[in-house]
């Protein structure tokens, strides 16, 4: 029976923006300082204290709406969504109702099924609430003010998706383009990046949308995916059921798995928003505009496809690099420094990849400079050194002492390999006279034996024996012995 229904989600995600200070005062704005030490009197909504626009914030909002092709409204002032809650000292937070500072735009994502476009609705700016704790004291709720006035961007999709795949693809990819522009960490754990999930389900090929639920507050993609899919199953079965769906805020328990209700719905109009008369309107101007415009970053599309067409790297290779900004950042300037781009981009995801995660380091702390690690690529890539050797030996020590010349690091290891014909011949003659049985299958038409021999000769050589070279008078030896 579950084919018979469609599956429809719009996604709300609330992303803290990288700034220093709050929407509107000085506060610090950072995460994991001790409980309300960033609170002065306008968090805290002391009568008489006024806010003032922070403009880092806006300029960040528009960036986000240029990157996702948006169109920004030039005129809009901030309005006050009104509720009361012990994290909201001022009964009301500083949002924006009629005039969302970016409107439409889209999110091109990728599953299995293919590539989707998710539309957007609109982003807008608001302020944060405090937070309450649970935890701290057994027969109280404590309070930490210090997150209330941070920035906020609201990303609000249409009901576009349809799976939770579809819905954890897209999720990636905001990630992806708001750390790629920098407004954002990402950091779904800490709560920068919190998402609402409305889920609903119609019959296939219904045109009128059925009444949503909405998820609140789910803390990361895994928890998105496992609360739309259990979410869909509990409609269906009210559905089957002839039961009609509440419009409700829900909860989602990440423990167990399952959904419960938080509050029926509630209706804009009992927030009672009008235009905060403490913030004047504000207006963004063509020179603002174009200057964000200009600020902002390649991002991961364009650069796929810049690598799988100038670079000629694999599609997988290239959006893989893409993956994350500080592996982009790495290999923009690696390639700089070497011709050997397939090369440069697998010793990112490969070695150096490895070595990192092994430290529990990013690129960011990666020590080793663009040119010297196109210097060991280009020992590799000319046959000198040997390419799992050079990412054992060679990288640890470049690691350990950046100032060091991949070259001569080779040289008093006693890594290089040899294209000398006298010494590969050597080793080549000592692998075969090892192995007479096989030799002989060989020239009976066992061809693939070769391999063997190739990796008898590493192994005499230490990988020391040039490859090329190696099988050149491998070849030799076995059809003119
Ligand atoms: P509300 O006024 O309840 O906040 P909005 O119309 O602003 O609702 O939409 C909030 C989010 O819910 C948007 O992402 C939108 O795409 C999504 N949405 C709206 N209606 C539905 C529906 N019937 N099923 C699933 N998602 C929906
Ligand atoms: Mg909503």
Redesign the pocket.
């Known amino acids: 029976m579950q084919n018979v229904y469609e599956l429809v989600v719009g996604l ?1 995600v609330h992303a803290q923006l990288l700034t220093q200070t709050k929407l509107f005062c000085g506060d610090g704005a950072s995460f994991g300082a001790p409980p309300n030490t960033q609170v002065s009197p306008v968090t805290l909504g002391h009568p008489g204290a006024l806010p003032r626009l922070n403009r880092t914030a806006v300029d960040f909002a528009i960036k986000m709406g240029l990157a996702c092709g948006c169109e920004i409204e030039r005129t809009n002032y901030f309005a006050r969504k009104h509720y009361f809650y012990p994290d909201l000292p001022k009964g009301y937070q500083i949002s924006q109702h009629t005039t969302p500072i970016c409107k439409g735009g889209k999110v091109t994502v990728r599953t299995a099924e293919g590539e989707t476009t998710i539309r957007l609705n609109r982003i807008h700016l608001e302020e944060d609430a405090g937070k309450s704790l649970h935890d701290v004291d057994p027969n109280n709720t404590a309070v930490d003010y210090n997150r209330a006035g941070v920035p906020l961007i609201e990303i ?1 999709t249409e009901p576009d998706i349809r799976s939770s795949e579809e819905a954890s693809a897209y999720l990636t990819e905001l990630r992806k383009t708001l750390r790629y522009l920098g407004i954002c960490d990402g950091n779904m754990e800490e709560g920068s990046m919190r998402c ?1 999930a ?1 889920v609903s389900v119609r019959l296939k090929g219904e045109k009128a949308l059925g009444t949503k639920v ?1 998820i609140k507050n789910l803390n990361s993609i895994r928890n998105v995916r496992r609360a739309i899919e259990y979410e869909a199953k509990r409609l269906i079965e009210l559905a089957e059921q002839g039961i009609p769906v509440q419009q409700q805020t829900r909860s989602f328990d990440a423990a167990e798995g399952t959904s419960f209700a938080m509050r029926d719905k509630e209706e804009a109009n009992d927030y009672r928003y009008f235009a905060d008369p403490d913030l004047p309107p504000f207006h963004v101007s063509d020179e603002q505009l174009e200057k964000i415009r200009a600020g902002i970053p390649a991002l991961p599309a364009e650069l796929t496809l810049k690598y799988t067409r100038e670079l000629q790297l694999p599609e997988y290779d290239a959006r893989t690099v893409c993956d994350d900004k500080e592996t982009v950042d790495y290999f923009e300037k690696l390639i700089v420094e070497t011709p050997y781009y397939k090369a440069a981009a697998n010793w990112l995801l490969g070695p150096v990849r490895s070595v990192l995660n092994e430290n529990g380091q990013t690129l960011d702390d990666f020590p080793v400079s663009p040119a010297s690690m196109a210097a060991l690529i280009a020992l590799v890539e000319e046959g000198k050194l040997n390419f799992s050797i050079a990412g054992s030996r060679i990288l640890p020590q470049l690691i350990r002492d950046p100032a060091q010349d991949p070259l001569d690091l080779a040289v008093s290891l006693n890594l290089l390999q040899s294209s000398d014909v006298d010494e590969v011949m050597a080793w080549v003659e000592e692998a075969l006279a090892k192995m007479p049985d096989k030799v002989v299958e060989y020239r009976k038409g066992k061809k693939g034996l070769i391999g063997l021999f190739v990796g008898e000769v590493k192994k005499l050589s230490k990988g020391k024996a040039d490859p090329r070279l190696t099988n050149r008078l491998l070849l030799e030896k076995l059809d003119n012995g």
Do not use: A
């Open positions: 709300e609000v609402d409305n909405e």
